[in-house]
């Protein structure tokens, strides 16, 4: 196998790409929602029980390892040109779902090995860690208590060099909620990120943070709800040396306003808007501000299907010499149908622009992503779980290098206790 992280073909295609942290996704970002009002996702503990346990097998074709332009000499990256590969992915997950009176204990543990049949210096062991204990404050307040694990691989488009990489991340967070008259609460929250990488590429994006925020929120009488928030935070890049191409420390001002709204039974919406502004603290050529948010519209029109269209746009960091920052916005739409007790489908189309703006010595031209998926579930039985996952995503630019496509297939089985 060759080296990637030493050979020019591939520096060349990375050399203005992100070198300090995901393009639209600033630290913490993607944490910041607390689990205290609702199960994750990927709960294994089936509703009324409370301990439950799965073991999953998973395999998956990938096309595109490395995410690497089409017209890329594939043969100066890897082993006779190789580019796709085949990736098993072994996961157990334990959960524990315990109420104690007005008090609630949420426990994840997810483990997982993941091992590549040709790239085999990509292998690593995931984890993925939850601790939750949340309640209620007097009649109506409410406080959350969380803590949170992540080690998985970073996608490797984002990447500096388009080799493996795996970031492990933890945050600690507290939410309070205390009411303050029959249909407002003051809501305040505190979170500690840290993140580390594994690859020397990209250990520019190791970082340490803090964020509070403070602010209102209205409940109507039918359960909907609105928060207005002042969110400050702060963030040190402990391994880079201060320059115009990146610094190691910023601080963030943000007001957001966030929403739950279900005007009747089978609509809801959900959104967010904010206000940001991000100074540096030695270069000020890298500052910026604008608006972030997101609305998200979930229409339920039976009880076996659902249809979910969301629109977004992001602000994110970027340091090199193409910009300062990039602006990313874009549109996706997920409908899933139940067509009976055992066999479920579902589908996902998303597109996303990313552009580059700010202080630049090399502009990058902007880039399209276009992604498309179905997927099928299927049950035959009350402890077993079949599922079948295609998914197509093709990346456009005026620039080819920064161009990619990738098809990826994955079969899993998981078993439920």
């Known amino acids: 196998m060759t080296n990637m992280k030493n050979n020019p073909a591939v520096r060349r295609r990375c050399s203005i790409t992100v070198a300090l942290s995901l393009i639209g996704v600033s630290p913490g970002l993607a944490w910041s929602e607390s689990i205290s009002d609702k199960p994750l996702a990927h709960d294994p503990v089936r509703e009324g029980e409370v301990v439950g346990v799965s073991i999953s097998q998973g395999i998956k074709y990938d096309s595109n390892v490395f995410r690497i332009a089409d017209e890329t000499n594939t043969e100066a990256t890897s082993n006779a040109g190789q580019r796709h590969d085949f990736i098993s992915t072994t996961g157990l997950r334990v959960g524990l779902d315990k109420r104690f009176g ?104 190791d970082n340490d943070g803090w964020a509070g925020d403070a602010g209102v929120r209205f409940v109507s009488g039918s359960g909907n709800s609105a928060d207005l928030r002042y969110r400050r935070s702060h963030y040190d890049y402990v391994n880079v040396i201060p320059s115009q191409l990146g610094d190691n420390s910023y601080t963030q001002n943000e007001l957001e306003l966030s929403m739950s709204w279900q005007p009747d039974q089978p609509s809801r919406f959900e959104g967010r808007a904010s206000y940001l502004r991000r100074a540096h603290e030695n270069f ?91 997927n099928a579930r299927y049950l035959p039985t009350r402890n077993w779980e079949l599922g079948l996952n295609v998914s197509d995503e093709v990346r456009t630019s005026s620039d080819p290098v920064h161009e990619y496509t990738d098809v990826i297939t994955s079969l899993t089985a998981r078993w439920k206790l």
């Open 102 to 205: 007005r008090h609630r204990l949420y426990l994840l543990a997810a483990p997982s090995l993941v091992r590549y049949a040709e790239f085999d210096e990509l292998n690593y062991v995931g984890q993925n860690f939850i601790a939750d204990w949340s309640g209620r404050l007097g009649t109506d307040g409410r406080y959350g208590l969380n803590y949170a694990h992540e080690k998985v691989a970073t996608n490797p488009a984002d990447q500096l060099v388009p080799t493996g990489n795996i970031v492990t991340r933890d945050q600690g967070k507290i939410d309070v909620a205390i009411p303050t008259g029959a249909r407002w609460h003051t809501v305040t929250g505190w979170r500690a990120d840290r993140s580390r990488n594994s690859s020397p590429t990209e250990q520019g994006g």
């Open 284 to 374: 000020a050529e890298r500052d910026f501000s604008g608006l972030v948010g997101s609305l998200g519209f979930i229409w339920s029109p039976t009880i076996d299907t659902t249809a979910a269209l969301r629109v977004f746009r992001d602000l994110g960091a970027v340091t090199d010499s193409s910009a300062s920052y990039a602006k990313t916005y874009g549109i996706s739409f997920q409908p899933t149908w139940n067509l009976s007790a055992k066999l479920a489908l579902g589908s996902s189309l998303e597109w996303r622009r990313r552009t580059y703006n700010g202080f630049t010595v090399v502009a990058r031209a902007p880039e399209n992503t276009a992604k498309v998926g179905l």
